[in-house]
């Protein structure tokens, strides 16, 4: 069982910056973890995953240039940091891990699957205005 918890959210003017934590408990390596969105009336939306085993990270290719995906291994979670933030990035966004160990390429493909995530937090609202 692992539990995530999403903070950072918040209201922000279009070309400001946000970081989103992720806590995670238990924290462990060679877990796959992804941050997904989800707009109203829009389908739920892969940003990036990073594997714990080596911090590897995927990015979703039209979000790539503005969003990163980092690990603190001290403080057992992950951080997405996103700039240039435009009004379109308003949305729900969940911190979401995949049960069990993983491999590095396991991982890499999950920003592409929303739904084979076993765990997910509540989520945290961005809402970006213009």
């Known amino acids: 069982q692992v539990q995530l918890a999403e903070s950072g959210g918040g209201s922000v003017e279009a070309g400001g910056s946000l970081r989103l934590d992720c806590t995670v408990s238990p924290w462990t390596y060679r877990s796959c973890l992804g941050w997904f969105r989800q707009a109203p009336g829009k389908e739920r939306e892969g940003i990036a995953t990073?594997?714990?085993?080596?911090?590897?990270?995927q990015y979703a290719a039209s979000l790539k240039d503005r969003v990163a995906l980092s690990q603190d291994n001290a403080r057992k979670l992950v951080y997405l940091e996103i700039d240039s933030l435009k009004p379109e990035d308003t949305a729900m966004y969940y911190c979401a891990a995949v049960a069990g160990s993983q491999t590095r390429e396991f991982c890499a493909e999950m920003v592409r699957h929303p739904n084979d995530y076993n765990y997910w937090g509540q989520g945290t609202q961005v809402t970006v205005s213009s």
């Open positions: 990073i594997f714990t085993g080596g911090g590897n990270t």
